[in-house]
C-alpha cells in the first residue's frame, strides 16, 4: 500500500468527516420538531386565555357602567311617576317614560302595579325586544333593569326597563380588535424569542453531543464515539465475513515533555500529533483520541500486511520534530497491532490485546509497532503483579542497593563503585531491573525509587569516607522519567545534605533517552546539578540520541561505553573502531571515559592503551551489597 494512496488531499478531510458523524439524529431532530409544534400551540392557548380574561373583565366593567347609568335614568323618571301611580293618571305616567326617548339605548320602559297588572308603557318606536342571536352568544345582547316606585316608603309599582347594548357592543368590538392585534403581535415577538431560544438549545445540544463524543483539544473522537462506531464495525465485519485491525498507540516521551514543559506545550503537542496523524490516516479509517497521549486508528477490512503498512506510515509521521512554542521536540510513537476476530471479538477484548501489543513494542524498545500473540496476556497480568508488588516494596523493605567496582585500567586500583538497585520479592523472587524500573517509570513510582537510591548511596558512601576510602566516586543511576520537572535538582541536594555527604564523591548517570525533548530545559537542570559540584555522566553512549552539539552544551564530565562496544574487542573490528572514536572525541573534549562489561585481561589492556583509562565490569567485581 503507497503512503500517497493513504493521506488526505487536506486537513480538511477530516473536519468534514468528523462534523458528517456529528450531525443530529433524526429522532432526536423529529423529537425538536413535535417539541416545536407543542411550545407554539402552548403560547398561542396562553395568549387566547388571556385575551378572553381581558374580554370578560372589560365586559363586566362596562355592563357595570351601563347598569349605574340606567339606574341613574331610573331614579329620575321614578320620582316623576310615583305620585301618578297613586293618582291612577296613567297618561302622566305614559308622557313621564316617554323621557326615554332621548335615550337611544332604551328599548322600552313599563310600570307594573303590585299585582303585576301593566300600568303604562313606553316602546321605542321599531325596535325589537328580542336580540339577534349573535349578541346572546356572546353576551352583549340587551340588559333588563328594574325597580320598586316608592312613595313615603310605600311602594306604590316597579318600573322595569329594557336596554340595547349597541353602544356596549360598539366599544367592544374596538376593545377586541386592540387586544387581538396585541395577542398577535405578542404571539409573533413570543414566537421570534421561542425560536431564537430554539436555536440556542439546539447549538447547547449539538455542542453536549460534540463534548460527548468528540476531544475537546484536538477534535477527534474521543473514548465514548470511539467505543459505539468499534461495535458497529465489528458488528458489519461478522455480518459480511471481514476482517478489522486496531492499533492502539501512545506518543514515546511525551511524559517528558509535559512534565518539563508543562500542560500548556503538552496540549499544543497533542493537536499538532492530531493534524499529523490527519494526513496520513485514510478518510474510511476511524482515528480516535482515548486521552492523554493514547491514540487509536480502528482499520476496516485490513489483514495483518495492511496493517502493519499503516502502523509504519505512522510511525515515521511521528519521528519528526514538532515546532512548539519554539521548542523542537522529538517524540515518536509505539504501536500496538490486534486483528479481528483473531485477538478479540468486542470492543473491550479488542483494545486489551492492543493494549497488550503496544506494552510489547515499548518493552523492545519503542519507535516501533508488535502484533498481538497470547503469550502477551501472560506478560501483561505479570506487568499488573509487578506494579502492584512494587508499591509495596519500598514500605516493605524489599528494595536494596548493590555495588559494582570502577577501577583504573592501568593500575586497577579501585576508585569508585556504580549503585545498582535489586528488588527481592517474597512472592515473585529475584525481579531483574530491566523489569521492574519501565514499570516505575510508567507508573510514576520511578521518583520514590529514585529517592531511596540517592539516600542510600549518600548514606554508604559517607561511611566508605568514614572509613578513610577518601578517593571514591560513587555513581547513581537517573531515569529519563526522573530528570524531568526540576525535582531532581532537590533530591540530590537534600540526599547530599541528609549524609553530609561532599558532592565531589557523588556521579549521576544519566541516559542519552533524556536528551531528547525539551533540551533547554535538559541544560538549565544539568547547570544546577553541576553546581551542586556533582560530576554528571552520559550512560551507555554510542546507542542512543546524543550529538556532538548537545556534548559541547552540556556540563558532561564523563562518557561511559556500552558494554555492546566492549565485549568482542579486540576481535571486532567494528567495536574497535567505534571505541576508538569516542575515546578520542572525548579526549578532545576534555570528558573522561569509562568502559562498561570489561570481562578479559586483553580488554583491559587494550582499553588502556587506547586511553581509556577507567572501567568496570565482571573482571574487577559483581555487584554486591556493601557489608
Given at each position: 500500500?503507497?503512503f500517497?494512496?493513504?493521506a488526505?488531499?487536506?486537513?480538511?478531510t477530516?473536519?468534514?468527516?468528523?462534523?458528517r458523524?456529528?450531525?443530529?439524529?433524526?429522532p432526536?431532530a423529529?423529537?425538536?420538531?413535535g417539541?416545536?409544534r407543542?411550545?407554539?400551540?402552548?403560547t398561542?392557548?396562553a395568549l387566547?386565555?388571556?385575551t378572553?380574561?381581558?374580554?370578560s373583565s372589560e365586559?363586566?366593567t362596562l355592563?357595570?357602567?351601563?347598569?349605574?347609568r340606567?339606574?341613574t335614568?331610573a331614579?329620575l323618571?321614578?320620582?316623576?311617576?310615583?305620585a301618578?301611580v297613586?293618582?291612577?293618571?296613567?297618561l302622566s305616567?305614559?308622557?313621564n317614560?316617554a323621557?326615554?326617548?332621548?335615550s337611544?339605548e332604551?328599548?322600552?320602559a313599563?310600570?307594573?302595579?303590585p299585582?303585576?297588572?301593566?300600568?303604562?308603557d313606553y316602546h321605542?318606536?321599531?325596535?325589537n325586544e328580542?336580540?339577534p342571536p349573535?349578541?346572546?352568544?356572546?353576551g352583549?345582547?340587551?340588559?333588563e333593569y328594574?325597580?320598586?316606585?316608592?312613595?313615603e316608603?310605600?311602594t306604590v309599582?316597579?318600573?322595569r326597563?329594557?336596554?340595547?347594548?349597541?353602544p356596549?357592543?360598539a366599544?367592544m368590538l374596538?376593545f377586541i380588535?386592540v387586544?387581538?392585534?396585541?395577542?398577535l403581535?405578542?404571539?409573533?415577538?413570543?414566537?421570534?424569542?421561542?425560536a431564537r431560544?430554539?436555536?440556542?438549545?439546539?447549538?447547547?445540544?449539538?455542542d453536549?453531543?460534540?463534548?460527548?463524543h468528540?476531544d475537546t483539544?484536538?477534535g477527534?473522537?474521543n473514548?465514548?464515539?470511539?467505543?459505539?462506531h468499534?461495535e458497529?464495525v465489528?458488528?458489519r465485519a461478522a455480518a459480511?465475513?471481514?476482517?478489522?485491525a486496531l492499533?492502539f498507540?501512545?506518543?514515546?516521551?511525551?511524559?517528558v515533555v509535559?512534565d518539563?514543559l508543562?500542560?500548556?506545550i503538552g496540549d499544543?503537542?497533542?493537536k499538532?500529533?492530531?493534524?499529523q496523524?490527519?494526513?496520513v490516516v485514510?478518510?474510511s479509517?476511524?482515528l480516535?483520541?482515548?486521552?492523554?497521549d493514547?491514540f487509536t486508528?480502528?482499520i476496516e477490512g485490513?489483514d495483518?500486511?495492511?496493517?502493519?503498512a499503516i502502523?509504519?506510515?505512522?510511525?515515521?509521521?511521528?519521528?519528526q520534530?514538532?515546532?512548539?512554542d519554539?521548542?523542537?521536540?522529538?517524540i515518536?510513537a509505539?504501536?500496538?497491532?490486534?486483528l479481528y476476530p483473531?485477538?478479540?471479538?468486542s470492543?473491550?477484548?479488542l483494545?486489551?490485546?492492543a493494549?497488550?501489543a503496544?506494552?510489547?513494542?515499548?518493552?523492545a524498545?519503542k519507535?516501533?509497532w508488535r502484533f498481538?500473540s497470547a503469550?502477551?496476556?501472560?506478560?501483561a497480568?505479570?506487568?499488573l503483579?509487578?506494579e502492584?508488588g512494587?508499591?509495596r516494596?519500598?514500605?516493605r523493605?524489599?528494595l536494596r542497593m548493590?555495588?559494582?567496582?570502577?577501577?583504573d585500567?592501568?593500575?586497577?586500583h579501585?576508585?569508585?563503585?556504580?549503585?545498582l538497585m535489586?528488588?527481592?520479592?517474597p512472592?515473585l523472587?529475584?525481579?531483574?531491573?530491566?523489569?521492574f524500573i519501565?514499570v516505575?517509570e510508567?507508573t510514576g513510582?520511578?521518583h520514590?525509587?529514585g529517592?531511596f537510591?540517592?539516600r542510600s548511596a549518600c548514606?554508604?558512601t559517607?561511611?566508605?569516607l568514614?572509613e578513610g576510602?577518601?578517593?571514591?566516586?560513587?555513581?547513581?543511576?537517573?531515569?529519563?522519567?526522573?530528570f524531568?520537572?526540576?525535582?531532581?535538582?532537590?533530591?540530590v541536594?537534600q540526599?547530599l545534605?541528609a549524609a553530609?555527604l561532599?558532592?565531589?564523591?557523588?556521579?549521576?548517570?544519566i541516559t542519552?533517552?533524556a536528551?531528547?525533548?525539551a533540551?533547554?530545559?535538559?541544560?538549565d537542570?544539568?547547570?544546577d546539578l553541576?553546581?551542586?559540584g556533582v560530576s554528571l555522566s552520559?550512560?551507555?553512549?554510542g546507542i542512543g540520541?546524543a550529538s556532538?552539539?548537545?556534548?559541547?552544551?552540556?556540563?558532561?564530565h564523563k562518557l561511559?561505553?556500552?558494554?555492546n562496544?566492549?565485549m568482542?574487542i579486540?576481535?571486532?573490528?567494528?567495536d574497535?573502531?567505534?571505541t576508538t572514536a569516542?575515546v578520542?572525541m572525548?579526549e578532545?573534549?576534555?570528558?573522561s571515559?569509562?568502559?562498561?562489561?570489561v570481562?578479559t585481561?586483553?580488554?583491559?589492556?587494550?582499553l588502556?592503551?587506547?586511553?581509556c583509562?577507567?572501567?568496570?565490569?565482571?573482571?574487577?567485581?559483581?555487584?554486591?551489597p556493601?557489608?
Amino acid at each position: 500500500m503507497k503512503f500517497a494512496s493513504m493521506a488526505h488531499d487536506s486537513g480538511l478531510t477530516l473536519i468534514h468527516r468528523i462534523a458528517r458523524m456529528s450531525q443530529t439524529p433524526k429522532p432526536l431532530a423529529d423529537h425538536r420538531r413535535g417539541w416545536d409544534r407543542l411550545n407554539w400551540l402552548s403560547t398561542a392557548l396562553a395568549l387566547g386565555i388571556a385575551t378572553l380574561l381581558l374580554i370578560s373583565s372589560e365586559t363586566t366593567t362596562l355592563r357595570e357602567d351601563f347598569q349605574h347609568r340606567l339606574a341613574t335614568q331610573a331614579s329620575l323618571v321614578a320620582a316623576n311617576s310615583a305620585a301618578a301611580v297613586v293618582f291612577q293618571d296613567a297618561l302622566s305616567a305614559r308622557d313621564n317614560l316617554a323621557a326615554f326617548r332621548h335615550s337611544p339605548e332604551i328599548l322600552s320602559a313599563r310600570i307594573f302595579l303590585p299585582g303585576g297588572t301593566l300600568f303604562a308603557d313606553y316602546h321605542k318606536g321599531g325596535a325589537n325586544e328580542e336580540s339577534p342571536p349573535w349578541a346572546r352568544l356572546l353576551g352583549l345582547d340587551r340588559i333588563e333593569y328594574q325597580r320598586p316606585l316608592r312613595l313615603e316608603n310605600m311602594t306604590v309599582a316597579e318600573i322595569r326597563l329594557v336596554a340595547d347594548l349597541e353602544p356596549l357592543r360598539a366599544r367592544m368590538l374596538g376593545f377586541i380588535a386592540v387586544v387581538l392585534g396585541a395577542a398577535l403581535f405578542g404571539l409573533f415577538i413570543a414566537q421570534a424569542l421561542m425560536a431564537r431560544l430554539r436555536r440556542a438549545m439546539r447549538r447547547a445540544e449539538d455542542d453536549m453531543v460534540r463534548m460527548a463524543h468528540y476531544d475537546t483539544l484536538t477534535g477527534l473522537p474521543n473514548r465514548a464515539f470511539f467505543e459505539i462506531h468499534t461495535e458497529q464495525v465489528l458488528a458489519r465485519a461478522a455480518a459480511a465475513g471481514q476482517r478489522a485491525a486496531l492499533l492502539f498507540f501512545d506518543l514515546d516521551n511525551f511524559k517528558v515533555v509535559n512534565d518539563s514543559l508543562g500542560h500548556p506545550i503538552g496540549d499544543q503537542l497533542l493537536k499538532a500529533v492530531a493534524a499529523q496523524l490527519g494526513q496520513v490516516v485514510r478518510q474510511s479509517d476511524n482515528l480516535s483520541r482515548l486521552g492523554g497521549d493514547e491514540f487509536t486508528l480502528l482499520i476496516e477490512g485490513a489483514d495483518q500486511h495492511q496493517a502493519s503498512a499503516i502502523a509504519e506510515h505512522v510511525i515515521q509521521a511521528l519521528h519528526q520534530p514538532f515546532p512548539i512554542d519554539g521548542h523542537e521536540l522529538s517524540i515518536g510513537a509505539s504501536i500496538g497491532i490486534a486483528l479481528y476476530p483473531d485477538d478479540g471479538d468486542s470492543v473491550d477484548k479488542l483494545l486489551r490485546s492492543a493494549d497488550s501489543a503496544l506494552y510489547a513494542a515499548k518493552a523492545a524498545g519503542k519507535h516501533t509497532w508488535r502484533f498481538f500473540s497470547a503469550a502477551m496476556d501472560e506478560q501483561a497480568q505479570h506487568r499488573l503483579v509487578l506494579e502492584a508488588g512494587l508499591h509495596r516494596a519500598l514500605d516493605r523493605g524489599e528494595l536494596r542497593m548493590v555495588y559494582q567496582p570502577i577501577v583504573d585500567l592501568g593500575s586497577g586500583h579501585l576508585i569508585g563503585y556504580e549503585a545498582l538497585m535489586r528488588w527481592n520479592s517474597p512472592e515473585l523472587g529475584e525481579v531483574l531491573p530491566a523489569q521492574f524500573i519501565p514499570v516505575a517509570e510508567e507508573t510514576g513510582l520511578i521518583h520514590a525509587l529514585g529517592d531511596f537510591a540517592l539516600r542510600s548511596a549518600c548514606a554508604q558512601t559517607r561511611c566508605w569516607l568514614d572509613e578513610g576510602r577518601t578517593e571514591l566516586v560513587v555513581s547513581v543511576n537517573v531515569s529519563a522519567r526522573q530528570f524531568y520537572g526540576r525535582g531532581l535538582v532537590e533530591s540530590v541536594r537534600q540526599a547530599l545534605a541528609a549524609a553530609n555527604l561532599p558532592p565531589s564523591h557523588l556521579d549521576l548517570e544519566i541516559t542519552e533517552t533524556a536528551l531528547m525533548g525539551a533540551e533547554q530545559e535538559v541544560v538549565d537542570i544539568l547547570n544546577d546539578l553541576h553546581a551542586l559540584g556533582v560530576s554528571l555522566s552520559l550512560d551507555d553512549f554510542g546507542i542512543g540520541y546524543a550529538s556532538l552539539s548537545q556534548l559541547k552544551r552540556l556540563p558532561i564530565h564523563k562518557l561511559k561505553i556500552d558494554r555492546n562496544f566492549v565485549m568482542d574487542i579486540p576481535q571486532d573490528s567494528d567495536d574497535v573502531a567505534i571505541t576508538t572514536a569516542i575515546v578520542g572525541m572525548a579526549e578532545a573534549l576534555g570528558l573522561s571515559v569509562v568502559a562498561e562489561g570489561v570481562e578479559t585481561r586483553e580488554q583491559q589492556a587494550f582499553l588502556a592503551a587506547l586511553g581509556c583509562h577507567r572501567g568496570q565490569g565482571y573482571l574487577f567485581g559483581k555487584p554486591e551489597p556493601a557489608e
